[in-house]
């Protein structure tokens, strides 16, 4: 099993910035990708951000330029500092990590999500 702890999420005005962070703990072996996905009410999840083991990194055409996924290895955790928040990005966003280990085989695991609201 592998559990994730999120935290960072909270409500602020547009323009400003909020940072996630997604603590990873249990039968951890290798985490491949580290990732961000977010869901808006009636709206289909989306990926957000994600980076490799290797610090490759991948991101929504709507966050680019705003948004800086990282990740600390050592620490099991992955981050997104999030600048110049819209109100459309108001949403619950959810880490997801995917790797492998000699129990798990290859997993790919959730967090419970942590609601991100930006006003106008």
């Known amino acids: 099993q592998v559990q994730l702890v999120e935290s960072g999420g909270g409500l602020v005005q547009a323009g400003g910035s909020l940072r996630l962070s997604c603590a990873a703990s249990?039968?951890?072996?290798?985490?491949?990708?580290m990732g961000w996905y977010r869901q808006a009410p009636g709206k289909q999840r989306e990926l957000v951000a994600a980076?490799?083991?290797?610090?490759?990194?991948n991101y929504a055409d709507s966050v680019k330029g705003r948004f800086t996924i990282s990740r600390d290895n050592a620490k099991n955790t992955v981050y997104l500092q999030m600048n110049s928040l819209k109100p459309e990005d108001t949403a619950v966003y959810y880490c997801?990590?995917?790797?492998?280990?000699?129990?798990?085989?290859?997993?790919?695991?959730w967090g419970q999500g942590t609601q991100v609201t930006v006003s106008s």
């Open positions: 980076i490799t083991s290797g610090g490759s990194t």
């Open positions: 249990g039968t951890i072996y290798r985490l491949y990708v």
């Open positions: 997801n990590v995917k790797g492998w280990s000699p129990i798990l085989t290859e997993y790919d695991y």
